[in-house]
């Protein structure tokens, strides 16, 4: 995808702090944490947003819920939990579209 920033993080034509990476999958520090710890984890395939996910994505996606508790041990903080969370459209906030799943952690959040 041309212009995607996170297609050019895939692809390393921009830089990333990369945490884990695999054929499928990659996650890296957020240029602007929110909290301590803040990774997202993408699909090096890019796919616009939740709403674009179908069932050719079902192995996938279940991949990358499995490797969610990995890179949260790998970054420290499995133990004392963390939140994931994907943004989408434009009452979500998405701002990029690849989507992305945000590991947010290394302090006490807010409720919601
Ligand atoms: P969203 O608002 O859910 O689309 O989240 C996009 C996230 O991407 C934001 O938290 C940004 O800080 C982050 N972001 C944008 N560009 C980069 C980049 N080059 N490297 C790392 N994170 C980025
Ligand atoms: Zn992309």
Known sequence: MGDCIFCKIVNKEINSN???EDDEIIAFNDIEPIAP???LIIPKKHIDSMNDVDK???RLFG????VVSNIAKQ???ADEGYRLLTNTGINGCQEVKHIHF???GGQ???KI
């Not at 991949?63 to 499995?66: D, G, L, Y």
């Open 18 to 20: 990369i945490v884990f």
């Open 37 to 39: 710890v803040h990774v």
């Open 56 to 58: 050719s994505d079902e």
């Open 63 to 66: 991949k990358i819920m499995i």
């Open 75 to 77: 970054v420290g903080i």
């Open 102 to 104: 945000h590991l947010i």
């Open 108 to 110: 006490r959040l807010q």
